[in-house]
């Protein structure tokens, strides 16, 4: 994918820093717990868009969150987006602790 | 939104076949490209992101979530769940008016 450095466009290095620091937070210290991944999920969107919005660019913004437990399992994710590529992004994280993997996707789709 | 044309873009590439590593990286593609395409071909004023996760059933707990700051009142999104005997799969589509 194309590094963008204009102001205006989408900067996939802050974005990913952004969504590690909001992962750390979340789950940084924790072992896999199935009571509480519902809200680790919702945590890590919840706070990655607000730091994105904080941005002040102007796009509108997806965030998903994958968090599996390590057992072995295989996992795979694919994208595939129908837009302006000269004006929208996207950027994977892949994050692992001892206990579970966590996939974050952020996509920002430019405003007119 | 257009949750039988995900259906069906999961049933034509995974229906009746069991988890295997070397293959998955192969349907996860086929499964969002067929879906895009189908989607294009409404012919509606949208973008659109589909993503798909494919997992191995052998008892990991998987966790899926996103959010979204867009217009709500134009546009929206669907994620449906499909599974099988040793491979769960989970398609998202989101829509943004152009």
Known sequence: MEEYHN????????????????????VGKDDYNPNLVNKWTSAIVERCLKQLVKLGKHYKFIVTCALMQKTGAGLH??????WDTAADGSSTVRWE???????????????? | MDEGGEDE???TTIGTSSYQHFRVNQWSTTIVEQCLS???KLGKPF???VTCVIMQN????????SSCYWDNA??????IKWENKSMCCIVSVFGLAV
């Open chain 1, 7 to 26: 102001e205006s466009s989408f900067n996939t290095e802050e974005v990913d820093n952004i969504v590690k620091e909001c992962i750390e937070n979340v």
């Open chain 2, 58 to 65: 052998n008892g990991a707990g998987l966790q899926t979530a």
């Open chain 1, 77 to 82: 994710t694919a994208n595939s987006c129908y």
């Open chain 1, 97 to 112: 602790s001892r206990t579970m993997y966590c996939v974050v996707s952020v996509f920002a789709v430019a405003i007119a």
């Open chain 2, 38 to 40: 189908q989607l294009c």
């Open chain 2, 47 to 49: 973008k659109y992101i």
């Open chain 2, 9 to 11: 873009s999961i049933e």
């Open chain 2, 74 to 79: 134009t546009d929206g999104n669907c994620a």
